[in-house]
């Protein structure tokens, strides 16, 4: 089989390494990762100039392309004619941080893969829960063995259309994991504030910054089930209607 592999960490982030190395058991990886970090793009398709792309050179010697635009748009030129193989399956990360409830919608990591399921390809997003402050060299080897073993089973049993999983896997060691848990998207709690500042010449500029997001720890949740040290695998659909709303809403008069 044919797996693509990118993030929105950048080319040369070891998460992505570590997620192809453990994929390459399955089969052919082949790697086409932004030049840059795109970490929170959200999904981005690029139509007003040209996407460059890059031959890259990864630390096991291994090689990747490097495009210089977002992980959605990654996938897209992937399954559009840059690699002479058809993908068969399309797997995103290694993220070092949760994606967690809305943080989807944000997520390069997450949207990557909701590119591939556009293309009616399974999809698959990856994210590792490190600590906040963790200083030195993340250590990602669990979160590549649940990638693959997770790659393994979508491979196995199929997806529904319009569905891709996102997994977030706790900070770790495989044998300190209690397990996997089917989960639905918490409620993320954001604590963004708005920074002014001025230029050299008296002009503002802003920046978004805050607190890093928390969230509720509610039972049968992607947030419950990481604070209890449970793996999360979430099923998500690119359908955003609200069916349960339609009935109602017929009602009103417009």
Excluded at 10 to 20: K, S
Excluded at 43 to 60: F, G, M, N, Q
Excluded at 166 to 176: H, I, L, W
Excluded at 185 to 192: C, F, I, P, S, T
Aim: charged fraction near 20%; include cysteine.
């Amino acid at each position: 089989m044919h797996i693509l592999v990118t993030n929105d960490d950048g080319v040369y982030a070891p998460g992505l390494l570590a997620l192809a190395v453990e994929l390459r058991k399955m089969g052919k990886v082949s790697i086409v990762a932004p030049d840059h970090n795109w970490s929170s793009s959200g999904h981005v398709k690029t139509l007003r100039r040209p996407l460059r792309v890059k031959d890259a050179i990864l630390e096991d010697g291994s090689h990747a392309y490097a495009c210089d635009g977002a992980p959605s748009d990654c996938v897209a030129i992937a399954v559009l004619g840059l690699l002479p193989e058809p993908i068969e399956m399309v797997v995103s990360g290694i993220n070092p941080n949760a994606n967690l409830g809305y943080d989807v919608t944000y997520s390069g990591t997450v949207t990557a893969a909701m590119e591939a399921v556009i293309w009616n390809l399974p999809g698959i997003a990856v994210s590792l829960d490190a600590p906040e402050f963790h200083t030195g060299r993340l250590v990602y080897d669990a979160a590549a063995q649940v990638g693959r073993r997770i790659a393994e089973r979508v491979w196995e049993k199929g997806l529904p259309n319009n569905t891709l999983l996102n997994v977030n896997v706790p900070y770790s060691e495989m044998g300190e994991i209690k397990g996997f848990r089917v989960t639905r998207q918490g409620l993320r709690v954001y604590h963004d504030r708005l920074i002014r500042r001025e230029d050299p010449r008296g002009q503002p500029y802003y920046w978004i910054g805050g607190d890093a997001p928390s969230g509720i720890p509610e039972e049968g949740t992607d947030i419950g089930a990481l604070s209890q040290g449970f793996i999360s695998i979430t099923p998500i659909t690119l359908d955003l209607t609200m069916h349960s709303f339609m009935e109602e809403l017929a009602k009103w008069e417009f």
